[in-house]
């Protein structure tokens, strides 16, 4: 029945939010379900579906490695929905032979099969096997997602992923692609991972409150968050899915309203009349609408008792607290000689200085990612171009110290010691 209504619904609220009449109190426990539900709406208008299940079978099933967040969020929001057209296609998908470069994509791709029931095919052994720590901080958080849901790994276990994401939280209190600061995005996403493990490993609840610290500290007046110096629609969103996974209310915890506003104040700041989500400001963005969805659905879930969108069973592995015991209490930020792994981040000195328009890249070295495929990446190649002029410099200075050598050796001066 839930179907049958929805657009009816969606079209009459889009047009209340069009004339300023639809605006309830963003602490009404029904709000997140009114916001997903002209999130589906302004789907169904675009793509001219006349029902959610349309949408899935035509539209998402059709854009498998694009959608995994609207999966992700449809699965645990709609039990109603029939998702065998989704996982045929996604099934088909993963057995193509052209899946994506990027580690994390073909691990999102590998927990979408996961959400379908699927535990164990070659494709998600080889995933699970093959990238994680390739590809950078995300490669072990997205790994670490498909361990917490019953994926079997001959190289990697929970304890692994654990202690690699806990030895890389920086001085702070949160994780980064690189650099020496916290980006609250990345510091969400990797909380999500880690929140299975909070309630029942005192290593990670360390580590966990400390982020808390960070992201509290991190959000701005409006309630929402910047990621790389620029206020959005997807930091917020993150940063609600990881509060939800771990239990916080939102709503009351008064580490998160600022001068009465909530993370979801901040994240509505982004919403149009139409009912999408643009990403900074101005027209609807598909990445921040898609990631405001789920970050709704993890919030409903939270609401209802229900877990995680990204965890699919009943139970995680259990850690080894000894195996974490000796990680030292106050992180130190990690750079790429010290970082655990084979993930080479970008060198970013401070969020604040990157120009990346707000975005998280999800895979640091995958600069190949097309339009269709980038569900977080941003525009800017900053850390490579940095590289690159930090090696042409190096080269220079070091041209210009032998040409000075050679002059005083052919005035008969001694060389001095490097």
């Known amino acids: 029945m839930r179907n049958n209504f929805r ?25 997140a379900e009114n916001i997903a539900e002209s ?3 302004y789907n169904l208008t675009a793509s001219g579906s006349d029902t959610a299940q349309q949408w899935l ?25 029939d998702f065998s057209v989704y996982s045929k296609a996604l099934a088909a998908y993963s057995e193509g032979g ?17 959400a379908c029931g699927i535990r164990s095919t070659d494709f998600m052994r080889s995933v699970l096997d093959d990238t994680v720590g390739k590809q950078g901080i995300m490669s072990y958080v997205f790994g670490l997602h498909l361990i ?108 998160f309203i600022k001068k009465g506003r909530t993370v979801l104040d901040g994240m509505l700041q982004f919403r149009l009349s139409d009912g999408g989500f643009s990403h900074k400001g101005g027209a609807a963005d598909s990445t921040a609408t898609q990631q405001v969805f789920f970050a709704l659905s993890a919030l409903i879930a939270f609401q209802k008792g229900e877990s995680s969108p990204l965890l699919f069973v009943n139970s995680v592995p259990v850690l080894d607290e000894s195996a974490l015991s000796d990680l030292e209490s106050e992180q130190k930020p990690s750079s790429s000689a010290s970082s655990a792994g084979a993930g080479s981040e970008s060198l970013a000195a401070s969020p604040a200085e990157n120009t990346q328009d707000g975005k998280v890249p999800e895979d640091a070295e995958d600069t190949e990612k097309s339009e269709a495929q980038d569900t977080q990446t941003g525009k800017g190649t900053g850390g490579k ?34």
């Not at 052209?98 to 996961?114: H, I, Y």
């Open 385 to 418: 171009t940095a590289l690159i002029i930090s090696a042409a410099a190096a080269a220079v200075g070091a041209g210009g110290l032998l040409w000075y050598f050679l002059k005083k050796r052919q005035r008969g001066e001694r060389q001095p010691k490097l």
């Open 148 to 255: 917490n849901n019953g994926l079997a790994s001959s190289a990697h276990t929970a304890d692994s992923v654990v202690r690699v994401l806990l030895e890389r939280q920086l001085s702070d209190g949160g994780w980064a692609v690189g650099g020496s600061y916290g980006d609250p995005d990345v510091t969400a996403m990797t909380l999500q991972a880690l929140a299975p493990y909070y309630p029942v490993s005192a290593a990670v609840k360390t580590a966990a409150d400390k982020a808390l610290e960070f992201l509290s500290a991190k959000q701005t007046d409006s309630g929402g968050y910047k990621s790389y110096g620029v206020e959005n629609a997807e930091s917020s969103a993150q940063v609600i899915a990881a509060l939800s996974a771990l239990g916080i209310d939102i709503f009351t915890d008064a580490r």
């Open 7 to 31: 657009s009816v619904f969606a079209a009459l609220a889009a047009l209340a939010l069009a004339a300023g009449l639809f605006a309830p109190p963003v602490s009404a426990v029904g709000e």
């Open 39 to 41: 999130i589906i709406g």
């Open 98 to 114: 052209e899946l994506p470069k990027a580690a994390s994509s073909r691990q999102k791709t590998a927990l979408a099969l996961a």
């Open 57 to 81: 079978d035509t539209v998402l099933a059709r854009s498998i490695g694009s959608s995994e967040w609207y999966f992700f969020a449809l699965k645990s929001y709609d039990a109603s929905l």
